[in-house]
């Protein structure tokens, strides 16, 4: 299929072949007919990948403060690295989709529906049951198209909460300003329009509103005074998109006492407590278009709220738009400027930042009767075919599940380098999967997995999905007979851990490794030469300056990402076990008290765990400290003698004998160690580099640390 992608690298966009997304449970997947180019958001984003790296940090201050304090823990490379891996990312475009389902594994919708969604500028797209609503039959696909835009119009008003005949001033006739004056006026209200552009006044005006063109040099307060009766207008919505503080101050000077203020668009926001204080007006930042909007329960989770507590949700909110629609309250067809078909759609983002003026462009999804298989097929080619059978000596071919941040900057260019043969990429929109496969050189993009168990050609599967996917892919890649290395963690669970335990040890002819690379770091290799010297007990002392990560953080779900512990910290418990060289024989776990204001979490614990031969560690996992402290330090205390590593940069020794530092200018936590290992395993059938009873040992006692902590 074809979507619509933009580079932040360069601002650049293109229309690329994709491979169309499978639904999950709770989606409808969805061919498309239209989607509208929403100019303020996508010129944004346009402009901002337009713009020089400079230009990017002055309009982003606060992720340069995370870059700095990055280079001061990680290193100068390792910050690059993570900063060009995070502008390489392509950028799927686009919220304003209407089409029809195609398939359906949500309550409520069914084949051949027409809905419209927030989908994206593509032939097919998956999306939520929360995010869609049915159109009416008398609503055509080109008004639909405006009903997100709508929705968020909506909202403000709704904040607004206008009554019957209030007078209501709309700074900034953009479409979502044109649309709200229409929104207003079916309510009954009396509105002024305020834009600089003379054929979006003219807009407005046929919509039934006064206007006011500053830039033609008319007075917008006296203006305003004589719309209200001298009273002062009721409620002003800010739909306009500028850096200036002047239409916030502008609708504080124009209202009555306790009027309302709602900022829809963006604008600046320095302002005048005098404006406000004497006239006690409320103002109030809209978000998007409704409840439910950015959380991760009601979006993907399916979770709606209760009518009768929240009577208007996203959804409920597209569902009233549609109404109005049908019922003729809203005329859409004015604000169509341009069109174009899918293919030119680089030409339709041009438009944005052109001079031609543009306010409405569709684009137009055409799908001839014969090529309609080929729109839905999951799997991409990249590359010509390869040669029959593996390379010699190259470890498989590889097919990798997963091609996220971690994936993409970290283990793919891991693999690649210890020349691994890259065949399949999957990922569940297909985006990332195409662009990185193109990246890096993989023979195909596919959005189904079962494209890569089922492939005799891919001889190695690597899962790096979400957590609570691991275990069910690495069943599936064992009983299809491939090699697996699957990213940390194992699985989420004791029953899921026993079952891959029965299934690996059943095929002992397949290798499989768990992603535990702190193993093989070159600073850890060096640790356990040290060590394995002394015979007696050793100390251990393990300190993570994990960073805060948000409670609503998919990792921190227990079902979805298993929280920190399963998430994170196993990888410590791992390298704990191996430093020591004997099984854990009994491991506790005590997680920072609860107080006000902080709740009680598995991300500030501390770990215990005590080892056969007598030796101890304590893993403190913290996330209440300070980015600037090295995220990872590990302690050793053995014999009289110590050592201690920093960030996987820096290992220090006291009381070693020919040894006192041991430094590097690059952090190095093992990655490439650990996947040339396991290439070398395959392609020599040699034994593994972690004994399966440890991988399991050390996930086994990561599982029972994590639901031994409250959640």
């Not at 097919?124 to 709508?150: G, K, W, Y």
């Not at 979400?466 to 940390?488: I, M, N, P, S």
Request: charged content about 20%; hydrophobic content about 40%; proline content about 5%.
């Amino acid at each position: 299929m074809k979507q619509l992608l933009q580079s932040l690298k360069t601002g650049a966009t293109e229309v690329a072949d994709v491979p169309a997304p499978r639904p999950g449970q709770g989606q409808v997947l969805v061919e498309t007919s239209r989607t509208l180019v929403s100019a303020g958001t996508e010129r944004m984003l346009v402009e901002f990948g337009k713009s020089n790296l400079i230009d990017k940090a002055r309009q982003q201050p606060d992720k340069v403060k995370m870059v700095l304090e990055k280079v001061r823990t990680d290193g100068l490379a390792a910050t690059l690295d993570a900063v060009r891996s995070k502008l390489d990312q392509p950028l799927a475009l686009g919220y304003c989709n209407v089409g029809r389902v195609m398939e359906s594994r949500a309550e409520g919708f069914a084949t051949g529906d027409r809905v419209v969604s927030n989908g994206q500028h593509a032939g097919i797209v998956a999306v939520p049951q929360n995010l869609c609503a049915r159109i009416p039959a008398s609503v055509t696909d080109d008004s639909a198209a405006f009903t997100v835009l709508a929705a968020i119009g909506l909202q403000g008003i709704r904040l607004a909460a206008p009554t019957l005949g209030e007078c209501v001033v709309v700074t900034g006739l953009g479409l979502i300003g044109l649309l709200t004056v229409q929104m207003l006026r079916a309510q009954g209200c009396r509105v002024m329009g305020i834009d600089f552009d003379p054929a979006r006044l003219e807009l407005a005006r046929q919509f039934g509103a006064e206007t006011v063109n500053p830039g033609a040099g008319e007075d917008v307060l006296a203006r305003a005074a004589a719309f209200s009766r001298g009273r002062g207008v009721d409620a002003v919505l800010i739909t306009a998109s500028t850096k200036s503080n002047e239409p916030v101050s502008q609708a504080a000077r124009m209202c009555r006492k306790r009027g309302r203020i709602v900022l829809v668009g963006v604008t600046g926001l320095e302002l005048s407590r005098a404006d406000f204080y004497e006239k006690e007006l409320s103002f109030q930042v809209s978000c998007s278009y409704g409840p439910g909007r950015y959380d991760p329960a009601y979006e993907e989770g399916g979770q709606d709220y209760p009518v009768g507590f929240v009577r208007w949700t996203e959804q409920r909110n597209f569902e009233a738009v549609l109404d109005m629609m049908a019922a003729g309250s809203i005329d859409t067809a004015p604000l169509i400027s341009h069109r174009f078909d899918i293919d030119d759609g680089a030409k339709a983002m041009s438009l944005l930042t052109s001079d031609e003026p543009s306010l409405g462009i569709l684009l137009h999804y055409p799908v001839p009767a014969d090529k309609a298989d080929a729109r839905a097929a999951r799997r991409v080619e990249l590359s010509p075919a390869m040669p029959a059978g593996p390379r010699p000596g190259s470890g498989g071919r590889i097919g990798v599940l997963g091609a996220g941040n971690y994936a993409s900057r970290v283990l793919i260019p891991a693999f690649k380098a210890a020349g691994a043969e890259l065949h399949s990429l999957a990922s569940a929109g297909g985006v990332s999967a195409v662009h990185f496969g193109r990246k890096f050189g993989f023979r195909n993009a596919v959005t189904d997995a079962d494209e890569i168990f089922g492939d005799p050609q891919i001889g190695t599967v690597v899962i790096a999905t979400r957590h609570d996917a691991h275990a069910r892919q690495v069943l599936a890649a064992l009983r299809a007979g491939k090699h697996v290395f699957c990213e940390k963690p194992l699985c989420l669970t004791l029953d899921e851990l026993a079952e891959i335990e029965a299934e690996a040890a059943a095929r002992p002819g397949q290798h499989f490794m768990v992603g535990f690379n702190r193993r093989f770091a070159p600073h850890t290799v060096k640790m356990k030469a040290l060590l394995d010297t002394i015979t007696e007990p050793k100390s251990f002392i393990i300190t993570v300056n994990a960073g805060d990560i948000p409670p609503d953080h998919w990792i921190q779900d227990p079902a979805v990402g298993g929280g920190r512990i399963l998430g994170e910290a196993c990888h410590f418990i791992d390298l704990a076990r191996h430093l020591a060289g004997h099984p854990i024989v009994s491991s506790s776990a005590i997680s920072l008290g609860a107080h006000p204001g902080q709740p009680v979490s598995s991300d500030k614990t501390s770990i215990t765990l005590q080892f056969a031969d007598g030796s101890v560690a304590a893993i403190h996992y913290l996330a209440n400290g300070h980015k600037s402290f090295p995220k990872e330090r590990i302690e050793a205390f053995a014999a009289g003698r110590v050592l201690q590593l920093d960030n996987f940069r820096t290992l220090r020794g006291w009381g070693w004998n020919g040894f006192s530092r041991l430094g590097s200018t690059r952090q190095d936590k093992g990655v490439s160690g650990a996947i040339e290992t396991f290439l070398r395993q395959i392609s020599h059938d040699s034994a593994a580099a972690i004994p399966a009873a440890e991988l399991f040992e050390s996930s086994r006692v990561s599982i029972e640390l994590a639901g031994s902590l409250p959640e």
